[in-house]
């Protein structure tokens, strides 16, 4: 089955630090792998996308990395803020599925504490 | 450009009460899409819509209906709510591409409650 683990469940770090959350993926042959930001009460915003081919893709101080072969992704952040407070969402696309085929992960939950 | 809005934000239904939740995008995307979140879980897809006047199902449709009269329009029905439906929904929108690699824009989100 078609599956999309990431961790921590949930991380605090100090404002200013620097972390790094874990997607692990089932899903293979997949199309692009996704970083989405959840802020409280809000929706998914997207972050980065990355096809099969791409090691890594920056957005500001977010980097994601994808290690195809060991089916692993990493989105790091740097510098943290307090607005960086927020859940963050790995999606997999399936090489053979559409949009409706996208397998979302449960998230991290990310505290930036002062 | 408002986006993806969703209505109502907050609702709290009793178990066999009925009820739609609206998604309106101002976008002109083609594709809709309904999904709902629960803790410790990913997104699930229940329906979505390719088009005005199209709708399919998703990975849990059992218990919804939908209707995309409009193509800005995307409603998500429950004709008998039941206390399993209790989640946060979330409507999408996305434009159409070729590339696989298109955004989907969330609205806000609708917590429905079912006592």
């Known amino acids: 089955k078609n599956q999309v683990e990431q961790s921590p469940q949930s991380l605090i770090i100090l404002e200013g630090k620097n972390c790094t959350l874990q997607c692990n993926y089932t899903v293979s042959p997949f199309s692009n792998l996704r970083w989405y930001k959840q802020d409280t009460g809000r929706g998914p915003v997207s972050l980065t996308i990355?096809?099969?081919?791409?090691n890594t893709k920056s957005n500001g101080r977010y980097t994601a990395t994808l290690d195809a072969d060991t089916k692993q992704s990493s989105l790091h952040i740097t510098a943290s803020q307090l607005s960086d407070s927020a859940s963050y969402i790995c999606?997999?696309?399936?090489?053979?599925?559409?949009?409706?085929?996208?397998?979302f992960g449960a998230g991290t939950r990310l505290a930036v504490h002062p | 450009n408002a986006g993806v809005t969703q209505t109502p934000k907050f609702r709290v239904l009793k178990t066999g009460q009925s009820m739609t939740l609206l998604c309106a995008q101002d976008m002109n995307h083609e594709y809709m899409y309904w999904y709902r979140q629960d803790p410790g879980m990913g997104l699930r897809l229940i329906h979505y819509?390719?088009?005005?006047?199209?709708?399919a199902k998703g990975e849990v449709p059992d218990g919804y209906n939908v209707s995309r009269l409009k193509k800005q329009n995307f409603l998500l029905g429950l004709e008998s709510a039941a206390p399993s439906q209790t989640s946060v929904y979330f409507c999408?929108?996305?434009?159409?591409?070729?590339?696989?690699?298109?955004?989907?824009?969330f609205g806000a989100g609708s917590r429905l409650t079912v006592l």
């Open positions: 999408a929108s996305r434009d159409r591409d070729f590339s696989g690699a298109n955004v989907l824009t």
């Open positions: 819509s390719v088009g005005e006047g199209t709708t």
């Open positions: 999606v997999v696309s399936p090489f053979s599925g559409g949009y409706n085929k996208l397998i």
């Open positions: 990355m096809t099969f081919s791409e």
